[in-house]
């Protein structure tokens, strides 16, 4: 099965408890303080409840909005939810990364389909606009962050309650979505590369994060380092009263805010971005279609690329592949789970490998490769049936004649002891055979980069493109930004704004151009 595909199902699913269900919801504590989020009416009045309670604050947000977070037993949490001057005892929900490991296709198909070279054209780069992704951090040493020597990134902060001391990235995710937007170049370019670019780390090394941590992640960006965009490629499901004033004190400050749309490929929305001052992003593949993954619904707004997106990883956290016949180099992928190293030596038909036995002209001795095509059983029982009859390596050949120089994008499943492998399209495959399968080369090493999918994807290139415009006339507000957005898409789908696509697909050209005629 194609790696992404035992991912699709992205964030986890909670069900949010109101004020009015507390007391149902909240029984199977048994005892044990939880974390809340409580919003009211005044300040004054919250702390004083929560005083009476003998609960202490956790987060306070009451300077923006009147809320509040703390640790409340079911009982508390009950109390407190009957109070007069409470509006809302939720909790903390845990959000999650929206993007996984792909490592497949073009590699700056995503800067065509949004016209960024048009824009940078035009003299807009992101110049002078603060972004700031809140996300797993980021790799502060990877060379896609530097410019002459000095790092790009303006500040970073740690929000989530573990004890990294920095926002460095432990997953990977967030130096992926901070490549799409701000890479120099070395190996890959960003959307808007001149951009003041701000890390907040506000998910685990799990790529998970409880709401409060966002909160607080959100409030930095607007409160302390005054982004003009908050980039967002997290969500997960229910909505929370006290999030969403989150989201409306930082459209009142200035900020566009704008997340991913969810990867449940359902009509199901996700939050932050189902709020109603936050951007709504769903994911399209290289066929400008909807990504199979992209959740669909009335709150998509926009569209960018988020279909086998090519950007940085924290060092040596990718993989890159290669496979010969002689001098005779093919395109392809490692499987997932595969060792990294190098087999030289005899290419042997396997067929489809679902017996001990199929590698019928394998030597006798010495090193030799398995040419393996797919079939009906499970990629890991084909490396299991050649290993044990004495492959190194294996080769998989795509059988996918719809899509002939697909690489295919494959996985074993689970950490083992695999054979060195690698994928190629059908055609590479066809091409193999006919060479009279020689001496072949599989190899597998660490690499900085790699293809990632999801509407996480997605959403630093809308907000990249943003970030673009805004830089063509840094005196626009987020309203304005927001609309020339809206207005400047290439529409996809049905006429005008639909579920799948929003307005449409972001283009950073018009965007510049209409940004540069707005008053």
């Known amino acids: 099965m194609r790696k992404w595909s035992r991912f699709m199902a992205a964030f986890i699913v909670f069900v949010l408890a109101t004020a009015s269900?507390?007391?149902?919801?909240?029984?199977?504590?048994?005892?044990?303080?939880?974390?809340?989020?409580?919003?009211?009416?005044?300040?004054?009045?919250?702390l004083k409840t929560l005083e009476k309670l003998g609960v202490s604050v956790e987060d306070d947000w009451s300077d923006d909005f009147n809320a509040v977070s703390a640790y409340l037993t079911a009982?508390?949490?009950?109390?407190?939810?009957?109070?007069?001057?409470?509006?809302?005892?939720?909790?903390?929900?845990?959000?999650q990364k929206l993007?996984?490991?792909?490592?497949?296709?073009?590699?700056?198909?995503?800067?065509?389909?949004?016209?960024?070279?048009?824009?940078?054209?035009?003299?807009?780069?992101?110049?002078?606009?603060?972004?700031?992704?809140?996300?797993?951090?980021?790799?502060?040493?990877?060379?896609?962050?530097?410019k002459n020597g000095v790092s790009i990134i303006k500040g970073s902060k740690n929000f989530v309650n573990d004890r990294h001391p920095d926002a460095t990235d432990g997953d990977g995710h967030g130096t992926h979505v901070a490549g799409t937007i701000a890479a120099q170049g070395v190996t890959v370019k960003g959307v808007a590369p001149n951009v003041e670019l701000y890390i907040g780390r506000v998910l685990d090394d799990t790529g998970s994060g409880a709401s409060s941590w966002i909160m607080n992640g959100v409030k930095w960006c607007y409160g302390t380092v005054k982004a003009q965009v908050i980039s967002m490629s997290l969500g997960g499901a229910g909505s929370s009263t006290t999030e969403n004033k989150t989201y409306n004190s930082a459209y009142t400050a200035g900020s566009l805010v704008i997340a991913a749309a969810g990867n449940d490929g359902t009509s199901g929305i996700s939050y932050p971005a189902g709020y109603a001052n936050v951007v709504s992003v769903a994911a399209v593949d290289s066929n400008l279609a909807k990504a199979d993954f992209s959740q669909f619904n009335s709150d998509v707004e926009?569209?960018?690329?988020?279909?086998?997106?090519?950007?940085?990883?924290?060092?040596?956290?990718?993989?890159?592949?290669?496979?010969?016949?002689?001098?005779?180099?093919y395109a392809s992928n490692s499987i997932e789970f595969a060792p990294k190293g190098q087999v030289t030596g005899q290419l042997v038909e396997c067929g489809t490998a679902e017996t001990t036995t199929s590698c019928v002209n394998k030597p006798a001795s010495g090193t030799w490769i398995a040419v393996v095509s797919r079939g009906v059983i499970s990629f890991a029982d084909k490396a299991n049936n050649v290993k044990a009859q004495g492959a190194s390596g294996m080769i998989l050949t795509n059988n996918d004649t719809a899509l002939p120089d697909d690489v295919g994008n494959f996985t074993f499943g689970a950490a083992g002891t695999w054979p060195v492998a690698t994928s190629i399209s059908y055609n590479s495959g066809v091409a193999l055979r006919a060479g009279g399968l020689g001496t072949g080369t599989v190899k597998i090493e660490a690499f900085d980069y790699a293809y990632f999918n999801g509407t996480s994807m997605a959403t630093p290139h809308v907000s990249a493109v943003a970030a673009l415009a805004w830089s063509a006339k840094p005196s626009l507000t987020n309203a304005q930004i927001r609309t020339i957005l809206q207005t400047t898409v290439q529409d996809l789908g049905a006429a005008g704004r639909d579920v799948n696509f929003g307005y449409g697909l972001v283009q950073a050209d018009a965007a510049v151009a209409k940004a540069k005629v707005t008053n």
């Open 75 to 95: 009982e508390q949490a009950d109390k407190l939810s009957k109070h007069a001057d409470i509006e809302a005892v939720e909790p903390d929900l845990m959000r």
């Open 99 to 146: 993007g996984v490991y792909n490592d497949a296709f073009p590699i700056t198909w995503g800067l065509d389909a949004v016209n960024a070279p048009e824009a940078w054209a035009a003299g807009a780069t992101g110049q002078a606009i603060k972004v700031c992704i809140l996300d797993t951090g980021i790799d502060y040493t990877h060379k896609e962050f530097f």
């Open 21 to 46: 269900m507390a007391s149902a919801n909240w029984k199977s504590n048994d005892g044990q303080a939880q974390k809340f989020l409580i919003s009211g009416k005044h300040e004054k009045q919250i």
């Open 302 to 329: 926009l569209a960018g690329p988020g279909v086998a997106v090519y950007s940085s990883l924290p060092l040596s956290k990718g993989t890159s592949a290669s496979t010969l016949e002689g001098s005779t180099q």
